[in-house]
């Protein structure tokens, strides 16, 4: 070959070389930035969703929390349904969405420098700061922290691969004396429970999650901020620019059209807490309250065939026979019925008292019908009154969870020992309605019952100064 026709070739090979590697790269970044394209064409998000009160969580009537209410506001902008991965900590959450199938991780994920160089993140849509919360008995010793110096010496816990343990990791490089440990094996909400509890000290979770759960456990106290606000967001999926894209367009219409704002306030904003045990205030409205609704309360008894004491008991629980009670999850009335738990009962207006009482005892029979056969007697209704809080779905998990465990999954006496442990990762991840409140639910009927003993020992005293 002559020499001319060697230099042509070899320009030519080089040319085509250089188009294919430059049409190769354009095909590439065509088939990453059609990952919108790909989620329309399949007719689902698929979404990492961590399984805690802030994010995601099966309640009594459905799926809730602030980042599910979210993401389905979005799938639903997309015209697709959700499809939802749980993960049970914020390391697996991070570990499970570098699959290849998965659009979406949304865990609090707060955007820190070291995240943002591994992962890619889409629009930011909340802020937040990380505090320092501690049990309230160290305020008695003299040891409770005000600052990141006092903190030494204390047994504080956080979750590994969090941005609290890149938060401690940084004060320590300033040359702050924190013992921290990082575990993976307790999620944040089981973190908290146990400086309720003081098997450990203090941990740090965001002002979001404080608040949250700030009413369901007495020993807890903010000690103090440890960091500034910070942005949390989503991550996507890599090279997702489409779909970033349009995820900035939908949330500021979801800004601008105040829906943000209205899940806010629903999730965030308003923190009841029912004091159980305060019995002068229950004697009291005995006195005040009931009266105005005894007669409901009687009438809807003899109709669902449940004790009056019962139904009256329950609603104190609910609303402390409040007909105007609202609580921050959007419940409403005397016996706190959803909008959907109403409409399925037929209940058009939820602060009627009538209404409300009717429809709470069909709802509450129809816990009683639905709890299983073999469970009789008492229990059966002690089963319904923890559906009624709970859900059916948890109560049912908590029986499969005391069958498992050796107990009698048809005795409250075991049930009771059982459902607190659906707050815990190693149990509840293994059962099919996840994370829930148990313990809560284990108050809640025990309240119930404390107040029907009451009403019932009152209307002996009654009875008797009446003849």
């Known amino acids: 070959m002559k020499r001319g026709s060697v230099a042509l070739f070899a320009i030519s090979f080089f040319a085509f070389g250089w188009m294919t590697h430059a049409l190769y790269n354009d095909a590439y970044k065509m088939i990453k930035e059609s990952t919108l394209k790909k989620i329309k064409k399949s007719g689902a998000l698929n979404v990492v969703l961590l399984n805690a009160p802030s994010t995601y969580y099966i309640g009594s009537d459905g799926p809730k929390g602030f980042e599910y209410d979210l993401l ?20 697996e959450a991070l570990e499970l969405s570098k699959n290849p199938d998965i659009h979406i991780t949304s865990a609090s994920l707060t955007k820190t420098p070291e995240r943002e160089k591994e992962f890619n993140f889409g629009p930011s849509y909340f802020e937040a700061q990380e505090q320092v919360v501690c049990n309230k008995s160290l305020l008695l010793d003299g040891r409770f ?49 146990q400086v309720d509890t003081h098997e450990i000290d203090c941990t740090i979770i965001d002002s979001n999650i404080y608040a949250l759960n700030q009413r369901y456990f007495k020993n807890i106290v903010l000690a103090f901020d440890i960091s500034n606000r910070r942005q949390q967001a989503w991550i996507l999926t890599p090279d997702s620019k489409m779909l970033k894209n349009d995820m ?3 949330l500021n219409t979801v800004n601008q059209s105040g829906e943000m704002a209205r899940l806010k306030d629903h999730y965030y904003s308003y923190v009841l807490f029912f004091d159980y045990y305060d019995t002068v ?35 104190y629980q609910e609303s402390h026979w409040n007909p ?57 209704l002690k089963f319904a009154l923890a559906a009624y809080n709970v859900g059916l779905g948890h109560v049912a998990d908590a029986q499969k969870l005391a069958q498992q465990l050796g107990l009698n999954q048809n005795s409250w006496a075991d049930l009771k020992k059982v459902l607190p442990m659906l707050s815990q990762k190693k149990y509840y991840r293994t059962l099919k309605h996840g994370y829930a409140r148990g313990n809560e639910a284990v108050k809640y009927v025990d309240a119930i019952y404390d107040y029907r003993d009451i009403l019932q020992k009152n209307d002996v005293e009654v009875s008797l100064t009446t003849k």
């Open 72 to 91: 389905e506001s979005y799938a639903n902008h997309l015209g697709v349904k959700l499809n939802i991965t749980t993960a049970n900590t914020i390391k």
């Open 324 to 380: 105007n009670a609202v609580s921050y999850t959007g419940v409403r009335g005397l016996m706190m019925l959803t909008q959907d738990t109403a409409s399925m009962l037929g209940v058009k207006n939820r602060i009627d008292p009538q209404e409300s009482i009717f429809g709470g005892a069909k709802h509450l029979d129809q816990m009683i019908k639905s709890v299983h056969a073999d469970v009789t007697g008492e229990d059966r």
């Open 248 to 250: 900035y367009s939908w």
């Open 145 to 193: 922290p005000s600052d990141a110096d006092s903190l030494s010496g204390l047994r504080v816990v956080v979750g590994d691969s969090t941005s609290y343990s890149e938060t401690i990791e940084s004060l320590k490089k300033e040359g702050f004396d924190i013992n921290a440990t990082y575990t993976a094996e307790y999620s944040t909400e089981e973190l908290i429970s």
């Open 281 to 315: 205030m229950f004697y009291k409205r005995i006195k005040t309250r009931l009266p105005k609704y005894e007669s409901y309360f009687k009438e809807a008894a003899v109709k669902y065939e449940i004790p009056y004491s019962a139904l009256a008991a329950l609603s």
